[in-house]
Structures are given as structure tokens and as C-alpha cells.
């Protein structure tokens, strides 16, 4: 099963999200290889938005959209910067999903980040497959 052509593009939002310490943090932590020193806590990690898209509400928007059959993996970003993002900072998110049918991708889902005051921040570019779900087997 392959995703409505006739649908596309379609697009989705605004979604709201944040660059809360916490979560910048964790980020850091995670990415920093062992024995070496955190640069700064006030700098978001530069991959920081991909974390957006597996948001529950951004997600769940997409999966419902796209059919649950079907399991999406990402075979690509690409993150454009226009400003840095600040720290504990609130943004809006929309996404336009369209038929990639290049560089190894079923789907192209483009992202745009404004502030609060409406100027772009941010446009990411995400290639997904379509996989078939296998059928989840019961533990014994």
C-alpha cells in the first residue's frame, strides 16, 4: 500500500514547540561522546528539531494521515538555519507533506519554524520510506 497520491501535497499545523532546557540538555548529554566536556547550556544542539517531529502531536498527525499500515523511516535531514534557536523559546511548526520520488524517499516532509513574531527560523527537509508494519507476535 502506498500513500494517496491525489492527497499530496497536503499540509499540516501550525504545531507549537519549544526548545525547554530540559530537553536541550538531554539532548547535549546524549550527543557528547564520552569524556568530553559539554560546550554550552545555552546553545541548542543543531539536530535539536528533529526531536519535533516524533512530538506526540506532530506524529500522531502524520501517522493518522498517512494510515497505520504502513511503518515510515527516515532516510534523510536536512536543516536550513535562518537564526539560531534560544534556549527555553516557544515556535510554531508546519509541515507539508508531498511525493518525494527522489534520493531514496517515498515521502518529503518540509518544516518551517517561526517565532513568536513570525519570521522563519528554521526549514528542515525530511525524506521517509514507506515500510510495511510486520504484524506485532504476542510474547509467550
Known sequence: MTIDEPRLPVRLG????ETDRESVR????????????????E???????VRWL??????DTVVAWCGSSLLLVQSFQ???????LA??????????ISNARRSGADLWLNALVYDTEGSLVL????????????PTVAAR
Do not use: C, N, W
Not at 501550525?14 to 514547540?17: I, K, L, T
Not at 516524533?54 to 506524529?59: D, E, G, H, P
Not at 534556549?87 to 507539508?96: Q, W
Open 14 to 17: 501550525p504545531f507549537d514547540v
Open 54 to 59: 516524533t512530538a506526540k502531536a506532530i506524529r
Open 43 to 49: 546553545t541548542v544542539p543543531h539536530t535539536f528539531p
Open 87 to 96: 534556549i527555553a523559546a516557544s515556535y510554531k511548526l508546519t509541515l507539508e
Open 26 to 41: 538531554d539532548l547535549a548529554v546524549a550527543i557528547t561522546p564520552e569524556g568530553q566536556v559539554i560546550r554550552s547550556s
Open 78 to 84: 536536512v536543516l536550513t538555519y535562518r537564526q539560531p
Open 123 to 134: 526549514e528542515m527537509q525530511t525524506g521517509l520510506m514507506q515500510v510495511t508494519a510486520l
